[in-house]
């Protein structure tokens, strides 16, 4: 099988990566980049649990194919945190103790993010609706929003 060579950039990063056409960006991120925030938890873009940003967008990696990734900017979990200091929805996530297994929470993170980025001053309704995508089976969703929403005040006073 044929390998194609993708050059894009991830967490700020320029790097440059071989994959099949079969290849999903999930694996490629996990498999040739090291980058393991990501998770598979359903395969199908059910769950949320392999959420990326690509070009500031959220985005299913278990559905997007690597080679689809060239020249695209790329955030993982990973990419979130500025050396030591943890994003401020890291943080609140951490504080309002909003994820347990772990296994959703870079998803979340993500589409929290996302929203944020566009839209800083979220109501509750617009909080969930923008994590919709995203599933947790431990924690509940009620941390969640609560972290979300303390983030968006801390970045809105930053």
């Known amino acids: 099988m044929s390998?194609?060579?993708?050059?894009?950039?991830?967490?700020?990063?320029?790097?440059?990566?071989?994959?099949?056409?079969?290849?999903?960006?999930?694996?490629?991120?996990?498999d040739e980049l090291g980058l393991t925030?990501?998770?598979?938890?359903?395969?199908?873009?059910d769950c949320g649990a392999c959420?990326?940003?690509?070009?500031g967008r959220i985005n299913c990696s278990c559905l997007m194919l690597a080679p689809e990734a060239e020249g695209s900017d790329i955030t993982t979990v990973e990419g979130m945190a500025d050396g030591e200091h943890l994003h401020p929805l890291q943080q609140t996530f951490l504080e309002g103790a909003a994820l347990q297994c772990g296994v959703c929470t870079p998803g979340f993170l993500l589409a929290a993010k996302a929203l944020l980025d566009e839209n800083p001053d979220p109501t509750?309704?617009?909080?969930?609706?923008?994590?919709?995508?995203?599933?947790?089976?431990?924690?509940?969703y009620d941390k969640i929003i609560r972290s979300v929403q303390e983030a968006a005040v801390q970045l809105k006073g930053a």
């Not at 700020?12 to 079969?22: H, I, N, P, S, Y």
């Not at 959420?51 to 070009?55: A, M």
């Open 37 to 45: 925030g990501a998770k598979e938890g359903c395969g199908t873009g």
């Open 124 to 140: 509750e309704t617009e909080i969930r609706y923008g994590l919709a995508g995203n599933l947790c089976r431990c924690t509940g």
């Open 51 to 55: 959420s990326i940003l690509v070009d």
């Open 3 to 30: 390998r194609t060579h993708v050059n894009c950039i991830v967490n700020g990063d320029e790097v440059d990566f071989l994959a099949t056409d079969a290849t999903s960006l999930l694996d490629a991120l996990r």
